[in-house]
């Protein structure tokens, strides 16, 4: 069954993570995506192997085809505009003003194709003081707030996933959205900009926007703070996560998860505000209490006093739960010779154009044939090109 997408051909200049996130996103949705590589090697990631395997590679290249090019050579743009003709959309995350010098900016394609959407993934955008300065995943988390909400000051070490490469791809795919869907009224394409410095700033809105009113300047346990969030070990020493949020219900069966409903009225926790304001000394209270029983005891004791709360899970354990297997969230991509890739499905379902079945990540310039024989380029000049390093 077709995809949401399908019809619309993507040209993905993209190494790493953020722009070929965002156009494995919109090949999830049925996009033809043409992964466009350089000869030599290819999307680096391609190299990131882990006894053979390229699991980084995998998690954001699904779903599409690769045509190798050397962009820097006369025929290798030459066969990129061939290809660019036939295109919706061209996607690159290099720095700024590469695309301009290599003669692939929006500018310049515009005029080979005028419906075509150019979108471009930078650190903090095409243009300002910054512009020159090399941009990746810590910088954006770093400049656009994410490490001051998520670091420990005590040890001050950056945490978590490529939040800004994902993010910025994120939102580079609903910013080609939304220009295609802009396009069906105009009958043009246009530039689109995403940065990692903006996705970021954008995650954040809530914080942000509290600061900008009121000038707090949230730090990393504000926010459990304000929501009432609490993580716990328990006997075992598996952790369970909870979140009492506004409701006095989820506080009230707390109390008597833990059988001491004494501390429902206990004035130092009795209102949200009082929570708030002892919420180390409610941590450790409960701490004691969680470390007295194993985690499978205290989730049954929860659940049946409809406490909102999980527990929490390294990603091995993610896919062991019954409710993540429910929902298919690890899908099997086989491959023809080769071991099949396990990875995460799309989360968005649809019921009339499913998005779970994707193709596997293509091998390095496995399409090359296909697209330059599709643009006239018989055999003979095929090997040419190959012999001279342009494909």
Known sequence: MKGCLDGIRVLELGNF???????????????EVIKIENPKGGDPF???????????????????????????????????????????VVMDNYRPGV????????????????????????????????????AYDTVGQGMGGMMSVLMDPKNPKPVGPAYSDCLSGMFSALGVLGALMAR????????VDATMVGSILA?????????????????????????????????DGAMLAIHLSSPQKFWEGLCKSVEHPELIEDPRFNTRPNRRTNYDELNKTF??????????????????????????????????????????MQIAIERKDKPTIRT?????????????????????????????TALGYDEKKIAEFKEKGII
């Open 99 to 134: 695309t301009k010098k290599l003669g692939i900016d929006f500018e310049s394609l515009r005029e080979i194709n005028e419906r075509i959407v150019c979108c471009s993934i930078t650190g903090t955008g095409p243009t300002g003081p910054y512009v020159r300065r090399p």
């Open 344 to 372: 995460v499905k799309f989360p968005i379902s649809y019921s009339e154009t499913p998005s779970d079945h994707p193709a596997p990540p293509p091998e390095l310039g496995e399409n090359n044939a296909e697209f330059l």
């Open 203 to 235: 995650f954040l809105n809530a914080p942000a926007t509290e600061t900008l009113a009121h000038g707090r300047v949230p730090g990393p346990y504000t926010r459990p703070r304000q929501s009432q969030t609490y993580a716990f070990a328990c006997a």
């Open 46 to 88: 391609r190299g990131w192997d882990f006894g053979g395997d390229q699991p980084n590679f995998w998690a954001y290249n699904r779903g599409k085809k690769s045509v190798t090019l050397n962009l820097q050579t006369p025929e290798g743009k030459e066969v990129f505009y061939g290809l660019v003709k036939q295109a919706d």
């Open 287 to 328: 701490a004691v209490f969680f470390k007295a029983q194993p985690r499978s005891v205290w989730i049954e004791k929860l659940e049946a006093n409809a406490v909102p709360h999980t527990p929490v899970y390294n990603l091995k354990e993610v896919f062991d739960d019954p409710q993540v297997q429910h929902m298919g």
């Open 184 to 191: 069906n009224r105009t009958g043009k394409g246009q530039q």
């Open 17 to 31: 993570i953020s722009g070929p996130y965002g156009a494995m996103l919109l090949a999830d949705l049925g996009a």
